[in-house]
């Protein structure tokens, strides 16, 4: 990466040599600097890109059983942990990616889409690249596309929307353990269906959500909520622009309890109102829990 210095007339202020700034959770200024008089603000002022790395969309999925989430932790195994140790290998430098979102442990996603930055010349035969590094991924992580992007294009900031499904079956199946949540009662699918239109549109998610997250809002503005049987198995579909941490699995359990006979209809809408996780089910397993497709307004998701 080449930067240049633009020279700038302003009190109190010199700067030269290798600077390191990070914005948006990447790395744009190289260069030495000192300075007197003004704050780091400034920098960005003074100094000019003049190339930047260039940046990448990676479409994954995975199976989420052997991990504990997605986001790489100091004492347990995750999926960006294993993502970043291939990329790194494969790239001959250290690679630190950006997912759209988390998932927690057990969580899986048949879609997620993270970002790096390389200039690594593998990258510009793609087909070679994903082949190259699914040898290096472990066989429960899948890489399925790289896509170039503009410089300032994230992961997570540009996704417009998130899907999730959750599975639900009824008969013991061997096949499906740990990939869906096995129940013995068959819940009223259609009085979940009228339950759930209270979920939709903007609005203040709390009673879903963990306590002590680190966001700055719990509105969510949800597009679609629906349950469907497909085959024998009963799947939660739920569309939004944004979800809290542990959303998905506390409404499926809010909503199970009024399948099942626990709660009225009209019991959706009091949790809602009450903002108190308290007031809502209990969260249910996180292996029936799939990320199923995440929307950017530059990505086509058809191919």
């Not at 899986?108 to 994903?130: G, M, R, T, W």
């Not at 082949?131 to 994230?154: T, W």
């Not at 739920?238 to 809010?254: C, E, H, P």
Request: with cysteine.
């Amino acid at each position: 990466m080449q930067l240049a210095l633009q020279q700038v007339s302003l009190p109190y202020f010199r700067c030269e040599g290798p600077l390191k700034v990070k914005f948006s959770e990447r790395i744009i200024f190289y260069r030495h600097f000192t300075f007197t008089g003004l704050r780091y603000s400034i920098i960005n002022y003074l100094c000019k890109v003049e190339e930047q790395m260039p940046r990448f969309f990676l479409e994954i999925a995975y199976d989420g059983t052997a991990y504990h989430g997605w986001q790489v932790q100091d004492n347990a195994v995750s999926v960006q942990e294993k993502l970043n140790a291939a990329l790194s290998v494969l790239l001959r430098t250290e690679v630190e990616t950006v997912g759209a979102g988390r998932t927690d442990a057990g969580v899986h996603a048949k879609q997620l889409y993270v970002h790096f930055d390389s200039e690594a010349a593998v990258l510009q035969n793609k087909e070679k690249f994903i082949h190259s590094l699914n040898a290096l991924l472990p066989f429960d992580i899948a890489a399925y596309r790289l896509i170039p992007v503009a410089a300032d294009a994230h992961a997570r900031f540009d996704a417009t929307e998130r899907s999730y499904a959750y599975h639900v079956h009824f008969r013991k199946d061997p096949f499906r353990h740990l990939k869906s949540w096995q129940l013995r009662d068959t819940p009223n699918a259609e009085k979940m269906n009228i339950a759930a239109r209270d979920l939709l549109g903007k609005q203040d998610f709390s009673c879903f959500s963990k306590s002590n997250t680190q966001v700055f809002t719990n509105i969510c503005d949800i597009k679609h909520a629906e349950w469907r049987w497909e085959g024998e198995d009963l799947v939660f579909h739920i569309t939004a622009d944004r979800f809290l941490r542990n959303m998905v699995r506390a409404i499926v359990g809010t909503l199970m309890e009024i399948g099942l006979g626990k709660k009225p209809i009209e019991h959706i809408k009091a949790v809602i109102d009450s903002k108190d996780r308290a007031m809502a089910g209990t969260s249910v397993p996180a292996c029936g829990l799939y990320l199923t497709s995440v929307v950017y307004p530059y990505i086509d998701n058809s191919k």
